[in-house]
Nanobody
């Protein structure tokens, strides 16, 4: 059974930075990618960034140049460094792990960007 444990998030002023981390436990045999999604109030969940086990990354246009996703295979952890945060980045951020099409989700962590 796969479990994802997230940490990070919180309240930050516009222009500030936050970092998120997510550690996956369980079998890594079929793991193909990990990433972050977010959901703002009243909106659908959307991809923020993901990174495949072979290295390539993918970012939403709205975060390119501001967010950086990285991973550490040792503890099977994915990180999201968020810089130059904007109020529209506010939402619940969910860690995702893709196991050959089977998706697992973390519990979500709140990110609030507000002055």
């Amino acid at each position: 059974q796969v479990q994802l444990v997230e940490s990070g998030g919180g309240l930050v002023q516009p222009g500030g930075s936050l970092s998120l981390s997510c550690t996956a436990s369980g079998s890594m045999f079929r793991l193909r990618s990990m990433g972050w999604y977010r959901q703002a109030p009243g909106k659908q969940r959307e991809l923020v960034a993901d990174i495949s086990t072979s290295g390539p990354t993918n970012y939403a246009d709205s975060v390119k140049g501001r967010f950086t996703i990285s991973r550490d295979d040792g503890p099977n952890t994915v990180y999201l460094q968020m810089n130059s945060l904007k109020p529209e980045d506010t939402g619940v951020y969910y860690c995702n792990a893709n196991y050959l099409g089977d998706h697992y989700w973390g519990q979500g962590t709140q990110v609030t960007v507000s002055s």
